[in-house]
């Protein structure tokens, strides 16, 4: 296999295994996001939990770049 098919296919896992967290964890709605809601319009900006998934993913780059 070449080594664009092996990226594909672990991109592919970790994509599968984050939806499937993302259903038990309540990662979506931290203290901290702004929703502003006015009449029947609503404005949802996640701004700590894209914080939070920024750290995660960075300490997680790092640490497969630390083992190469």
């Known amino acids: ?18 939806g499937f967290l993302m259903q038990f964890l309540n990662l979506g709605k931290l203290p901290g996001d702004i929703v502003v809601k006015k009449g029947n319009t609503t404005f949802y900006f996640p701004i700590v939990t894209s914080i939070v998934v920024s750290i995660l993913l960075s300490a997680i780059f790092y640490f497969l770049g630390r083992f190469r």
């Open 1 to 18: 296999m070449t080594g664009m098919a092996k990226l594909l296919m672990v991109l592919g896992a970790v994509i599968f295994i984050a």
